[in-house]
Every structure is written in C-alpha cells, then in structure tokens.
C-alpha cells in the first residue's frame, strides 16, 4: 500500500482507494493532494473481490479499472460516505449507473485522450489482419516462406474499398481520418442516429446496420457497449457480410457474438477478423477463435502507449479529487 500521505491536511482527511497499480504520474497527483489519503492495491493484476470489498469501506472516494466490476456490492461495502467513482477508461459498462445515481455519486472517466492511440491501434489491427501479417511473420519463422510466389499470402487492400464504421463517435472518426488516405472510395456508418456534422468530413453515408454490413469491404466497430448494441454482430449480421470482408473490432468484446464469428470465419462467410477485446477477457488459450489463422486476437491494448496511460491516470486522478472538492470534474458522466 502507498504510505499514509496528505499528513499536513487540515480538517477531514478523505480516504481514496485505488484499484490497481496505474502510471506514477497519477498516483503522484493523488498522493500530493491535501487532505487525502491514498490506499491502494499495489499490483499489476487485478484486485480479488474481498480485497475490493474491503478497500473501498468507508472510502469517499474509488479510482478504478475497466475490469473492476463496481455494482450494488461494491457501493454497499463502501458505505454511504462514497462521493466519487473515478474509472480509467472511456467506456463504463463495468459500473452499475442506475445503482450509482440512486446514491448520488459523481463518475469521472478519461474520453479524449485515449482518442488517437484507440484510433492507430485500429488502423494497424485492420492493415495486419486484411494483409495477414502475422500469418507472414509466422512462415518466415516455421520455415513456411520457400519463394516468391504470385498467388501465396494475399490479402486485401483498402485503396478504392468501402469501409464500415459501427459508432461514429470520437474513435470512429479518427479512425475514419485515418483510413481515408489511404483511398478508401465510401466511408458508410450507422448508429443510434446520423451526425451530418461529424460525416461531413468523410462524405460518410448513414445506413441501416443491414445495409453496411452487405456493403462494406471493411468493417470496424467502435461503438459503446450498451443494451442495444450487446450481441449485434451476430450471425445474421456476418451472413449479409462479403465473403471478401474484414471485421475489426475495438469497441468491447460483447458487441460480438463470438460463436457466430467463429463460425463466420471457419466456413469461409467473411474473410478475416481482427479483435482487440474479447469475452471473457483474457480469451482462454483454448478458445476456438485462436485455433483460427484468419482471425488475429489483441489483449486490449487499444489506448497502450506510455503517453496515453500516463496522460489517462492523471486525467482520473484530477476527476477524482475535483468530485472529492465538490468541483467540476474535467470530465464528468453526466447521469
């Protein structure tokens, strides 16, 4: 645990549990604060439930992960002096949001600034699945690669292509600025409803979910989980898709069912995918997906630069201690 930090402060002393080791930048933020004192399971892997459960009794406020499950347990446990929920990620599908605004707490979270890491990581997940790098690098090694052969090792390009985007948010469209150099000829996109603004810049088409996936050569999810998009890409959905398409997904694992991609893959339905979440995460090393050469599993490194994850930690931190001062947050969840 880090040491009891915040001595000098004067008046009450606010109790911060901290879900996991994060990047020195913002713990120092938090460390340094008056008036607040810092605990912290201090380890690379995740939390186990008693330790959160115990962690965050009588906290006001909880800095924590994507992967920490924070529901009516957990704010039970913290007891009614919990203030803040300050969660290091853009999504918030772990927190339970109807629970968290009965109890009038605030939630902090880190858009933005993951924005063009998530965006890169997409675009070099899509390039390496569509020209099956991995795959290559992997002949290379096995003694595969004998000479040069005119049909060995094809894949898809994406000059004068049609690329799908689920969830033209933030990512979508930095993901969408990307790719169009490389001469992508239609950008189509669908989600909860059109935004003329945002598609302007890209002359990208709203469509029905149907209608991009017949379409589209590319297909790249960046929406967020939520009731309605949980399992949509389903087998209906890779059934419409070109036998010569590319799935990419960069959103959460359960926007996908994996059964249906599996199967989409395995019989030849759609041509290549590339994930980078899964569910569960971790994806056993027996899952069926990873027995498959034409699908490439990341383990959810979308905003994994050391700029990124520094910039995010202090971003957490600061949400957290301006909810604790009754501030504005540089970015609060509206609920």
Not at 99 to 111: A, D, F, L, M, N
Not at 196 to 218: C, H, K, M, N
Not at 279 to 302: A, R
């Amino acid at each position: 645990a880090v040491p009891e930090s915040c001595a000098r402060a004067v008046g009450v002393v606010m109790s911060v549990f901290v879900t996991r080791r994060i990047p020195a930048e913002g713990l120092r933020v938090l460390s340094q604060a008056s008036g607040c004192r810092v605990q912290q399971w201090d380890s690379e892997e995740p939390v186990p439930r008693a330790e959160l459960l115990a962690g965050v009794a009588g906290s006001r406020g909880l800095l924590c992960l994507l992967s920490d499950r924070i529901d009516r347990e957990v704010l039970d446990a913290a007891g009614p002096g919990l203030k803040v929920i300050s969660t290091l990620s853009v999504g918030f599908d772990h927190l339970a949001l109807d629970e968290i605004k009965k109890r009038g707490i605030r939630v902090g979270y880190t858009p933005d600034v993951l924005t063009d890491a998530t965006a890169e990581l997409s675009v070099a997940l899509l390039l390496s699945v569509c020209r099956r790098l991995p795959e290559a690098a992997e002949q290379v090694k096995s003694g595969g690669w004998t000479t040069w052969k005119p049909l060995w090792m094809c894949g898809y390009g994406l000059s004068d292509s049609t690329v799908g985007i689920i969830g033209l948010g933030r990512i979508g469209q930095a993901v969408a600025r990307r790719l169009k150099p490389f001469g992508v000829r239609k950008f189509l996109y669908t989600g909860s409803g059109p935004k003329p603004e945002s598609a302007a810049e890209f002359g990208a088409e709203f469509v029905p979910l149907t209608r991009l996936a017949e379409e589209s050569d590319f297909v790249v999810v960046t929406c967020a989980l939520t009731p309605a998009t949980q399992g949509m890409c389903n087998k209906d959905f890779f059934g419409r898709m070109k036998k010569t398409s590319v799935f990419v997904n960069t959103s959460r694992g359960a926007v996908v069912n994996q059964e249906d991609l599996y199967n989409a893959l395995a019989h030849g339905q759609i041509a290549a995918a590339g994930l980078d979440v899964t569910t569960p995460e971790p994806l056993p090393t027996d899952h069926p997906l990873l027995s498959l050469k034409n699908c490439v599993i990341l383990p959810h490194i979308g905003s994994a630069t050391y700029a990124t994850r520094s910039t995010m930690a202090v971003l957490a931190a600061n949400n957290l201690l301006a909810g604790l001062r009754g501030e504005p947050m540089p970015h609060e969840l509206k609920l």
